[in-house]
């Protein structure tokens, strides 16, 4: 049942520019670099031994930002799809289950998501490679800079996806989406229990791995517990 | 007896507003159910409990003999459906809208050209549905519920808000459906002039309470007619009509005619004019269906 949901939740993002937002993010965030080394490239490469690491920590300090902005885009325009005609209430009187249309939902998301860290992944490595960083391309550092953090925002995609399928008013997602973009930006300053902190792979004991871990763990849970609202509640 | 459609007690509270209550509505195979009642009478709520849209707050749901709390998806799958305002992807054209939802019921490819074709839209098939009239989105939403050649078709308001040929036009496509293909058809409307026209069966429902339900036959034995004489001299002449064995009444200087065949009526002028009278008028009175239904909703009691 969720492959066919799927197939056709992918025709219905047609024209919606959702894949292009995908492609924008990490495009963005390495144009960013882009001008950074383009400017400033000597200074930069005397800074550091570790001309790879030092570049991908300048990458990271902009991949949460962009991250949490798109998965508040991201999740709004998905949710507009159905709420625009209100077609939630012809998705839901097919024979499926309202379980597996909001899986769908959030796979959907999910797989735009990892296609932008993939895509960040790559754009990495390719501007690397152009500004000659140096033969020892850490492969491992580069995974973990693209896909820690997508792991870590998991969370914050799972209770924006809940609060947009269930508001009546699609100002509250915005809002909520608003807020965490700047939350995300502030998250330096930000309590280590906060889900837009994660992203940023920051904390008191200085290891990215418990990000990812918390990700993982309160995501499935904020999912369940939207995915039971969402079933429980009537449909618009 | 096998219903296609049974509810028993069906009822729904928003809050502590009353939206259906104790509502028990029979459908059977084949038939074409009107479902009337003034705007806000509870007929959409219904309808979204029937799809399970809607959880209801008391009472069961059969439909084909099965409870929907326990058999959803295996009802949903012989069921179509339109309720309120057509639903479409505004960015996708008309046979992506539909091939959006093919892929989920998985139905051959051919059956979109099918519905399609069903409602004339064969020729936009290719065009974005943003750019669609009320009434072509209507008919898609119409193809839409047909994609699954459902056993059961519920349709909510399919004609509201569309102009007069375009009412027809629908009106049209529904009453062709059942006679093809055996289906049921459970149809609402604000208008018993709509209903009228299709329906085989009619449902009245009026402040989440079922009124009235049976054939339109029966709703139309209530539209009693009466025909009424006006003449000279007409106390005199309604006697004579008693005296001539020919039921009537007098009232204000009418004569009434209770039975009012054709031969009936022809006796009685034929007696009137044989005995001299003259006749100015012979008028037929007639309760409109109009008339029955806007007294049923709003006297709020069967008649
Ligand atoms: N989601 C809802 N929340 C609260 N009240 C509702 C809701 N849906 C319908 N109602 C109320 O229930 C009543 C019946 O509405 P509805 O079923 O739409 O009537 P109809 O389709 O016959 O016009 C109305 O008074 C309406 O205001
Ligand atoms: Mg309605």
Known sequence: MIGKLLRADFLKIKRKGLWFLSFLGPFGVIALQMVNYGVRKDYLLNQSDDDWGYFLEYVHSFTPLALVLGIAILTSFMASIENETNAWKQLISLPVSKMSVYLSKFMVLGSLLFVSSLLLGVFSLGYGILLNLGDQIPYLELLKYSFYPYLAALPILALQLWIASVSQNQGIPITTGVLGVIFAYSAFILPDWMIWKWPSLMNEWDEPLINVMLGIGVGTLLYIVGMLDFTRRDVK | ?303
């Open chain 2, 1 to 303: 007896m096998e219903y296609v459609v049974q509810t028993t007690n069906l009822s729904k509270r928003f809050g502590k507003e009353s939206a259906v209550i104790g509502l028990d509505m029979k459908i059977r195979k084949g038939e074409i159910y009107g479902f009337l009642g003034p705007n806000g009478a509870g007929k959409t709520t219904t309808i979204r409990m029937l799809l399970g849209l809607m959880k209801a707050s008391s009472g069961t749901i059969q439909i084909f003999e099965k409870d929907l709390n326990k058999e959803k998806i295996n009802i949903l799958k012989r069921v179509g459906s339109l309720v309120e305002n057509p639903s479409y992807y505004p960015h996708l054209t008309a046979y992506e809208n539909l091939e959006a939802l093919r892929k989920i019921l998985g139905v051959p490819k051919t059956r979109i050209h099918e519905v399609l074709e069903i409602v004339r839209l064969t020729e936009v098939a290719n065009k974005k549905v943003k750019g669609f009239s009320l009434g072509m989105k209507q008919r898609l939403g119409i193809a839409a519920s047909l994609l699954n050649s459902p056993e059961l078709l519920i349709l909510d308001e399919p004609t509201n808000g569309l102009d007069p040929s375009g009412i027809i036009e629908i009106r049209n496509l529904i009453k062709q459906l059942p006679a093809e293909t055996g289906m049921t058809i459970l149809i609402s409307s604000h208008l018993l002039t709509e209903i009228d026209q299709m329906a085989t069966t009619v449902g009245i429902v009026t402040k989440g309470k079922m009124i009235y339900q049976d054939s339109i036959e029966s709703l139309r034995m209530y539209a009693q007619q009466k025909v009424l004489l006006k003449v000279s001299d007409s106390e005199q002449a309604w006697r004579s009509l008693l005296g001539n064995g020919i039921k009537a009444d007098w009232e204000d200087g009418i004569i009434l005619l209770s039975e009012h065949s054709d031969g009936k009526v022809a006796k009685a002028i034929h007696t009137l004019v044989h005995e001299g009278y003259s006749i100015y008028r012979v008028e037929e009175e007639k309760r409109s269906l109009e008339d029955i239904f806007l007294q049923m909703t709003t006297r709020e009691k069967v008649i």
